[in-house]
């Protein structure tokens, strides 16, 4: 098992900045499992969409209306997974989430973080 805790969301203006991280924990085993680390996030409404990927190789990929404005990245000492968010939108508002993949199949999710973005 694999438990992740998002948090760093908050409320800011249109053109400001946040840090949302995630906590990763559980058996060492499962933590060694993880594949992809990935962002998703849900707008009211909306279905839940992709943000941000960093995969085992450090490779990275984003969703074409986040690209040059977020930034995904990892600290694997301490287990954490960071998005950086700047230049942010109204549009931007949304729940975000934290998701792990592992090799064994399963994926694992956060209970999710609020960004509110004012015009």
């Known amino acids: 098992q694999v438990q992740l805790v998002e948090s760093g969301g908050g409320l800011v203006q249109s053109g400001g900045s946040l840090r949302l991280s995630c906590a990763i924990s559980g058996s060492p085993r499962a933590v060694n499992s993880i594949t992809d680390r990935v962002w998703y996030r849900q707008a009211p409404g909306k279905e839940r969409e992709f943000v941000a990927r960093?995969?085992?190789?450090?490779?990275?990929d984003y969703a074409d209306s986040v690209k040059g404005r977020f930034t995904i990245s990892r600290d694997i000492a301490n287990k954490m997974v960071y998005l950086q968010m700047n230049d942010l939108k109204p549009e931007d508002t949304a729940v975000y989430y934290c998701?792990?993949?592992?090799?064994?199949?399963?994926?694992?999710w956060g209970q999710g973080t609020q960004v509110t973005v004012s015009a």
């Open positions: 960093l995969n085992r190789g450090n490779g990275v």
């Open positions: 998701y792990v993949g592992t090799t064994y199949g399963r994926g694992f």
